[in-house]
């Protein structure tokens, strides 16, 4: 991958290396090709533009950087006109002490002195006011700014925790969210933990483009919502892997459902574009695991990959045991009913 930024002319940066890797492996089709739009040599900001766009995690710390300059920047421009009228203030001032100064001196002063008096306090009031009314501006163009840096924040938070290709959660997520549930739910209910390989995805990113893949994650992420109850869980954690968090659920309603999604996925028609007659499809295998009272989300999510580590050979759903492979261990195949 090296080679090829190298080739394409992109520096060797940590925020470069993830949008490469993203673009080149067909998970965000648009980032494809916004990325080959631009050629050989592309400038830095036209790359940085392009993370911040299809929300990059490596990029989530560029946009909070650049959110935090301009929270900067308006704080010091309100400070700057703050300490303006402070100073308008203290002219202000400064002339009031000098009026009630000269009627003390001269309480039978004429009127003309008056009058002088009386035009530098009306100018001094109006520089005053000019700067107050300055002021009070800046500060409700900051708010509104500062409001929507606030979005801009919501939405980088939510950059950190959601896969852009499906709009699903992402890894970071799931283990926020199965952390949440070990540590403050205590499993009151049951609670399974199902990660699965949607086989065929990769093959056809590579043979058929973005474009047909971004078709079936869309396929894929909206049949996983409808299948899953409202109180469960479903997150994208890799190109072609999934993981559901199932609620007050048996071992056997567990499998159950990892066989339904199976067969769900199975009769997906994924059109090829130009094709009328030739569909692609794909399979899905699964490894399912059941939270017991001591369990953390590492050792869970642990099980379950290594029971769909298990289940790819047989192309089919394998239950998570102690020793994995023996009685305690069901697998199921393409024919299960």
């Not at 399979?283 to 939270?291: K, L, N, R, Y």
């Not at 369990?295 to 029971?307: G, I, N, P, V, Y």
Request: hydrophobic letters at 45%.
């Amino acid at each position: 991958m090296a080679q090829s930024m190298s080739a394409h002319g992109i520096a060797a940066l940590p925020r470069n290396y993830e949008l490469f890797y993203e673009a080149m492996s067909g998970r965000l089709p648009h980032l494809s090709q916004d990325l080959a739009s631009l050629g050989t040599n592309p400038a830095q900001d036209a790359l940085d533009a392009l993370g911040l766009k299809h929300h990059l995690v490596a990029h989530a710390a560029l946009a909070a950087d650049t959110i935090q300059a301009v929270a900067e920047e308006a704080l010091g421009d309100m400070a700057k006109l703050l300490k303006s009228a402070l100073a308008q203030k203290r002219t202000f001032k400064d002339e009031l002490d000098h009026f009630a100064g000269r009627l003390d001196a001269d309480p039978v002063a004429s009127l003309s002195d008056f009058a002088d008096d009386a035009r530098r306090l009306r100018e001094a009031i109006g520089r005053l006011t000019n700067e107050e009314g300055a002021l009070q501006r800046e500060f409700e163009a900051s708010a509104r700014r500062f409001a929507e840096l606030k979005s801009e924040l919501a939405e980088n938070a939510r950059t950190l925790t959601r896969d852009p290709a499906t709009g699903l959660p992402n890894r970071l997520a799931l283990t926020a969210k199965l952390d949440a549930i070990l540590e403050t739910e205590h499993l009151d209910q049951s609670l399974a933990v199902v990660v699965a390989s949607v086989e065929g995805l990769r093959q056809m990113a590579e043979q058929h483009g973005g474009t047909v893949t971004a078709k079936a994650l869309a396929k894929l992420s909206t049949l996983f919502r409808r299948s899953i109850k409202k109180n469960d869980f479903v997150a994208r954690i890799g190109q072609q892997e999934f993981a559901f968090l199932c609620r007050d659920v048996s071992a056997d309603n567990a499998e159950a459902i990892a066989r339904r999604l199976q067969q769900q996925v199975r009769d997906l028609r994924i059109a090829l574009p130009g094709r009328t007659h030739t569909v692609e499809t794909l399979s899905f295998t699964a490894g399912v695991t059941m939270a017991q009272p001591a369990s953390t989300s590492d050792e869970l999510l642990r099980q379950a990959d290594l029971a769909l580590s298990t289940a790819r050979s047989s192309s089919g759903i394998r239950s998570y045991s102690v020793i994995l492979g023996g009685d305690g261990a069901k697998t199921y195949g393409h024919h299960a009913a």
